[in-house]
């Protein structure tokens, strides 16, 4: 499939860069919001991460009403809200506001991982009782929120507002779990292949054949996250890209920080043995320029016949971002002309 008939969106992890503040951040997720809807991607989804000085979409609905009130027609949500951390009343209410406050605007991705470290996820999910394992159960307390039964008026609590309105629900997972979940409901399914590559072909693989058609699709879509960095050359964006490298290098040895300048090597940074793990973590990465990016987007698409990609670009400099962003919206678009 061409490039042209891909849709792309963004995937913003709101970063707090070395000696920013979450104010910056959110300031800096709202103008890139904003660019991104002029120059045409689908969608703009933030994640709930927890105990993570370098990311600030903790309140993850609060930072989507945020964005939704600076824009005007893109398509917001959550890539994803961890539903064992919440109680799936308290979603559909929160999910359910926003979709009252900007109709037809608003995605609800799910994952059933933490989102965090243990520490966090104990103090979360304390009363919840919730450790991952009943996430069918309560993704279908979250979907009877929105579209009541007869047998359970009376029995089951209502969410005002929430109730009868149609929130598009996405399952996220990086296994093969929420692949087959998803397949079995006939629900979109977004793959994590920005950070967990190696199982994207599987998963994909078992969503299809685990389909059903549903009142929602009758038939699959899929999408994939995907790193990518662009700049005027292939050397400029190997230069970005040592940010997030250096981040993913951070999580390796368990040492959670705020996003660091890029560097002009990582040689001295990293040991031989890190680097594999690093460049292996990520690999469903692209860093160079249009001309680059464009070659690898078109074999990606080739190899994985996703429907959907959804974009992260971890910069450290507002303005590269911004960059980047623009230079890959400008080689979409140029085959769309």
Known sequence: MPIQDIPFSILD???IVAGGTPAQSFRHT?????????????????AEHHNMPGIASSATSVVIGYIAAGTQSIRVGSGGIMLPNHAPLMIAEQFGT???????RIDLGLGRAPGS????????RRGLGSGGEDFPEQLNELRYY?????????????????EGLDVPIWLLGSSGFSAQLAGHHGLPFAFASHFAPDFLLPALKLYHDNFRPSNVLDKPYAMAGLNVIVADSDEAAAYLATSQEQAFLNLIRGRMG?????????????T?????????????????????????????IDQTSVDELIVVSQIHDHAARLRSFELLAELINEDRA
């Open 13 to 15: 992890l709101a970063p």
């Open 272 to 300: 031989e043995q890190e680097k594999m793990m690093v460049r292996k973590q990520l690999s469903f990465t692209i860093a160079g320029s249009k001309a680059t990016v464009k070659a690898k987007l078109n074999t990606i």
């Open 98 to 104: 926003l979709e009252s406050m900007y109709p037809g």
């Open 146 to 162: 929105f579209n009541p039964t007869e047998e359970g008026r009376g029995v089951m609590p209502r969410a005002i507002p929430g």
């Open 30 to 46: 709202l103008d890139l919001a904003q660019h991104a809807e002029q120059w045409g991607y689908k969608r703009y989804w933030v």
């Open 258 to 270: 705020q996003l660091n300048p890029p560097v002009d090597t990582m040689d001295g940074l990293w």
């Open 117 to 124: 470290d243990q520490v966090a996820a104990r103090a979360l």
